[in-house]
Each structure stands twice: as structure tokens, then as C-alpha cells.
């Protein structure tokens, strides 16, 4: 007896060009969480697997969970209706997992939190230029065993973007990889050409601020998740300095801790639209104050 459960999610966006790296370590991680939901709920698993399939403008993520008793005990304990309702249970904590709401036995499981950032990119072929949105995948994981899912999601796969990609993980950590060349993908999904919009109203200026880390990243083409007293936004870390002291192991980092830094604003709106848009660069870090919450346990995450 076997049983499935499948969770799709898609994104979609004609036109768009889609950024392939932090998708597969979110899979990675994904999976990994799963596997400790499966081992806490005492679900033997056969298989968990992901599969990525990309057409122009959008991506699916199927991840399936096959469940098999192990024993003649296994089976005899729990009839078709209990393992189906406990793989949905185990459904629902993937599903959950962004959130701190998944308690057994006073015990965090885990936190997956998934950030959705679109980013516009000029790519020129041929003399032709045209306007991609890139879609950039932010995740931050919490719980036990967070640090090695961190491990992963801080050192994605760089097989770059591809068109057509299958990804299968396996339980010994192995990541099989097929996928076409990173060019077809622009060639079959490149949009019309825009035309640029002219930043009106402009302001440029730096300020003093004292920010909650929310989750970090050593790619640089993402940004450290802050918050300030008044909101939560995503700033790029631009200290190399401190940069480099985090790679040598000098600074550690908690979930809430606390960073006195100087931080690049830029605002601008562009011609046509009112809504104001902001670009976040923290250009130096002073101090930073690990600030674990009082009375509970909090992993580390750098």
C-alpha cells in the first residue's frame, strides 16, 4: 500500500524572465523540512521528491510525498484513512511552515519563510534591448537543524537559468540537474522592448538607523531582510569590511539582533505612477548586539 500527496505551487507572469538558483535551494530546504515534519508525525517515507518545470513566463513546483509502511506493524496500526489524513497533516505543515503556529509537544518544527521579490533587469542581444523581470526567491529557515538548511539555502546551486530544468533530490543530500541552455530562455520569453520610464522626484540620502535582523544573505544579488520601528524591507549590505568578518567567522547572527549601521535611501517615483519606490543600502555596519528574545531558545542562523 502507498500513498501520494502532492503540493503544486505556481507562479506565473507572461514575459518574464525567472531565476533559477534560489528556487532549487528553497526545493532543497523544502524537502528537508518536510523529512523532519514526516519523522515527527512517525510517517516512514519511501520517497520525497521535487520537479521544477519551467514554460515562458511561469514555473511549477510539484513536491510529492510517497508514504509506504515499513512493517506488517506499520500497516496493521494505520488503515488507508489514518495515513492519508497524516500525509494532509503533513501537507499543511509545509504549507504552514512560514509561520510560528506548528507546536508538538511544546516544540518548534521548523520555519520556512518564503519572500517573493520581482526586479527589472536590460538585457541587450543583438543590438536589441529588452526589459526582463527578474524574480528573486528570499528564504529563511528556523527551527532545529536550521543551520544546516542554511548551510544550503547560503550556497545555492549556480547552474544559472535555463529554460527547461528537472531537478530530483535524494535522500543522500545528491541533486540531479537537466536543463538547456541559459540562452533559449531569453530568446523564448523576451518581451517587447519598453520603454524606460524617467525617474521623477528623486531623493538621495543617507541616515543613521538601528535595525532588527530579520534573515541574511551572502548573495549579492539579494538583500538582508531588517526591520526598523516603523517597517520591514529588504536593504542590500554593502560593508565589504564587515562582510568579510562575517566569512571568517568573527560575527555570528541571530533572528532580532541588533545593527547600528548607515544606511544609503534612495526614493523616486517614476513618470506616470504615483507610487513611490525605494532602494535600501546599508554602506556601513558600527556595531552589531546579538539580542536573543527573553526566555526562548533562538538558532543561529549565520
Known sequence: MSTQVRLNITYEQDGHALSLPNTISALIAARDLVAMGLREYKIPVDQVSERVELEPGSFDIALVLEAIPTSAVGLFAMGPDEWTKSLRDVRLFVLEAGKWAKLVQGKVLGELEVKLEDDEAIVETEGKTSRFR?????????????DKLLDRLLNPVNEGEAFTLKLDAHEDGTVKL????????????????????????????VVEETLRLRSATFDPDLTWRVASDVAEFGAKVADQDFLDRVQRGEVTFRAGDELDVDMRVRTWTEDGSSKTRFERTITKVRDHRNVPPAGEHVDRIV
Open 134 to 146: 527578474k524574480r528573486h526567491l528570499e528564504v529563511f529557515a528556523k527551527g532545529r537543524k536550521a
Open 178 to 205: 537537466d536543463s538547456t541552455a541559459a540562452e533559449t530562455l531569453h530568446e523564448r520569453v523576451a518581451p517587447k522592448p519598453l520603454l524606460e520610464a524617467e525617474p521623477v522626484g528623486e531623493t538621495d540620502k
